[in-house]
């Protein structure tokens, strides 16, 4: 199994816009957090790196998302990957749980935007939507034999409500590159 680590976008970058689809219903957009913490997660459904994790993003939603507003994004390439296609999505989001909207980047331009490059990848703004954490959740991965906690993520979230800044050391994520439509790829995407 291949791993790709996140770009790591410089802390204090402002939060990109973007106004998607929601696979349940409706739209979600940056201005819907405003005045919140916001943490952006940019995953799929059939990364086994997501899959390993699937049960404590549900944890961490449902710990913080009444302090943080909190996103998940799919940009996959859902002609290639159907199991990206929004009505699946909301399939795995009910099944595994998940509190949070999960929204589908059909264009992909919110991705790239975000420098996003695996799933999982995960931003954390500041309620003035600053950049403080970019990084990985915890040091599972899956086969590794190392326990989920989300220490990594949770330590994060833990400072930003507490207005305290995230730790200096930030590990990139690991996990499935995003799987851009051909001739789509991001020029930071190697």
């Not at 899956?142 to 730790?167: F, Q």
Request: aromatic content about 8%.
């Amino acid at each position: 199994m291949s791993a790709t680590a996140s770009t790591m976008l410089p802390l204090g970058t402002p939060a990109p816009d973007f106004d998607l689809p929601n696979v349940a219903g409706g739209r979600l957009s940056l201005a819907d957090s405003i005045g919140r913490s916001l943490l952006v997660i940019f995953l799929c459904r059939h990364c086994p790196f997501v899959v390993h994790v699937a049960g404590e993003l549900a944890r961490v939603g449902r710990t913080y998302g009444d302090r943080v507003a909190i996103v998940a994004i799919s940009a996959n390439d859902a002609d290639a990957y159907p199991d990206d296609a929004p009505a699946s999505l909301a399939k795995a989001a009910a099944a595994w749980g998940w509190p949070f909207p999960v929204l589908h980047d059909a264009s992909q331009a919110v991705a790239k935007a975000y420098h996003a490059a695996c799933t999982p990848d995960f931003f954390l703004f500041d309620a003035g939507h600053r950049l403080v954490y970019r990084g990985q959740l915890d040091d599972a991965r899956p086969g590794n034999g190392v326990p989920v906690t989300g220490k990594d993520l949770r330590a994060a979230l833990d400072a930003c409500l507490a207005g305290r800044p995230c730790a200096a050391v930030q590990r990139p994520s690991l996990g499935c590159n995003i799987k851009w439509r051909p001739g789509n790829e991001p020029a930071y995407f190697g």
